[in-house]
């Protein structure tokens, strides 16, 4: 059986994320430590953390994940932005350590003028300060974008070079978003097609690192650079490309987070028993 889950609220207090997983019926689930739209963050009191690994433990869940906020840029050329970028991912990485969040994702941000190398390695340089200097018990989880302009981490050989440049290569892992993967360019549609795309993963990248699919279908077309996610099988990946996904062998181990809407077509626990019909 696929271990399956969505992006969850933490309105009102961390640890309700558990409950409100739960009821939506998780395997798994991820959620933000903290408001995702501003730099200001509380510190994570220790019975709110004590409170959170309880109810993850009462539930059930081992392996709830952390995604980062959307300001940070690690590719960022603007020293204010990166600086706090920077900080932003060595906090985040502490507060999973704190809740006993074992993965923590993020974006590799946007570069500047001065273009994509430059970018990727202000992105290994943030990566390397933050991993120094907090808790090894915790991975940072790479998650691929959709091909937008200017972005970092779109392209699988980006992705490898970036992680080729880590010190601490035990720390790091991949999260492979099938939106932003369609979005960039690279085909799921098909059981020939997936079956492609993962060779090619595994041959640039390596799916030894592969430890989270967040499992979204795309409103674009492939290679748009649309990052906009939609209900499983309802976009322009489609059934037969998810049942594909779910049905690899070399995937089904994985922890599979949907981040789709929720709208008068389908919710959150629509999309999770769709999911589970799909890899049935």
């Known amino acids: 059986m696929v271990c399956v889950g969505v992006h969850v609220s933490i309105a009102g207090s961390i640890d309700r ?3 409100r997983a739960v009821g939506k019926g998780c395997d798994t689930f991820q959620i933000f430590s903290r408001n995702p739209r501003g730099w200001q963050y509380k510190p994570l ?7 959170f690994r309880e109810a993850c433990v009462t539930a059930g869940i081992s392996s709830p994940v952390v995604h980062m906020p959307y300001l940070p840029n690690l590719s960022s050329e603007k020293d204010e932005i990166y600086r706090k970028s920077v900080e932003s991912l060595g906090v985040e990485l502490l507060r999973c350590s704190q809740l006993g969040i ?3 994702v993020t974006h590799l941000g946007h570069h500047g003028i001065s273009g994509k190398r430059v970018g990727q390695k202000r992105v290994v340089d943030a990566i390397n300060t933050a991993l120094h200097a907090t808790d090894p018990g915790v991975a940072l989880v790479l998650e691929n974008t959709a091909g937008e302009k200017n972005s970092v981490g779109s392209d699988l050989e980006g992705l490898a070079a970036i992680i080729g440049e880590i ?7 991949v999260c492979f978003d099938t939106c932003h993967a369609h979005a960039a360019g690279y085909d799921l549609r098909s059981e020939e ?4 795309t993962f060779e090619l993963f595994d041959e640039v990248v390596g799916l030894d690192l592969l430890s989270i699919i967040h499992l979204n279908d795309a409103k674009g077309l492939l290679g748009s650079g649309l990052d906009r996610h939609e209900h499983i099988g309802l976009g ?5 490309g998810f049942r594909a996904i779910l049905h690899h062998p070399r995937l089904r181990h994985l922890l599979f987070i ?3 809407p929720e709208d008068d077509r389908r919710d959150d626990v629509g999309n999770i028993a769709e999911v589970r019909r799909l890899a049935a």
């Not at 009191?45 to 409170?51: K, P, R």
């Open 193 to 196: 097609a997936v079956g492609a």
């Open 102 to 104: 074992p993965y923590l």
């Open 236 to 240: 322009a990946i489609g059934e037969e």
């Open 17 to 19: 994320a558990v409950s």
């Open 258 to 260: 949907m981040e789709t």
């Open 45 to 51: 009191t220790d019975d709110l953390a004590t409170g």
């Open 167 to 173: 010190e601490d290569q035990k720390r790091i892992a």
